[in-house]
């Protein structure tokens, strides 16, 4: 089974940085294509930033210039480097694979991010 774990969220204040981490069992981050997640109050979760395997990256139009997507393959690692953060990024954070976004099973726990001054 799947299982992934976030870390690296917290309370900052309008314009401070964050890193958040992703790691697992039971896929092989090598060879997946990555994604970042993020779901707001009240909102759907909605896909962030994508890594693929080689390390091309694609970003959501709010968080380009800001956020950061990168990958360890051989630690099977993800991380997400969010910097100038707004209040509209505060959300639960989850990384997953993106061939397994779609199911509504093997999430993570997420990792809150809440910006306020």
């Known amino acids: 089974q799947v299982h992934l774990v976030e870390s690296g969220g917290d309370l900052v204040q309008p314009g401070g940085s964050l890193r958040l981490s992703c790691t697992g069992a039971g896929i092989i981050f090598r060879e997946e294509y990555m994604g970042w997640y993020g779901q707001a109050p009240g909102k759907q979760r909605e896909l962030v930033a994508s890594?693929?395997?080689?390390?091309?990256?694609n970003y959501a139009d709010a968080i380009k210039g800001r956020f950061t997507i990168s990958r360890e393959n051989y630690r099977n690692l993800v991380y997400l480097q969010m910097n100038s953060l707004l209040p509209e990024d505060t959300a639960v954070y989850y990384c997953n694979s993106i061939s397994r976004s779609a199911l509504p099973t093997g999430w993570g726990q997420g990792t809150q991010v809440t910006v306020s001054s």
């Open positions: 890594i693929s395997p080689a390390g091309t990256t």
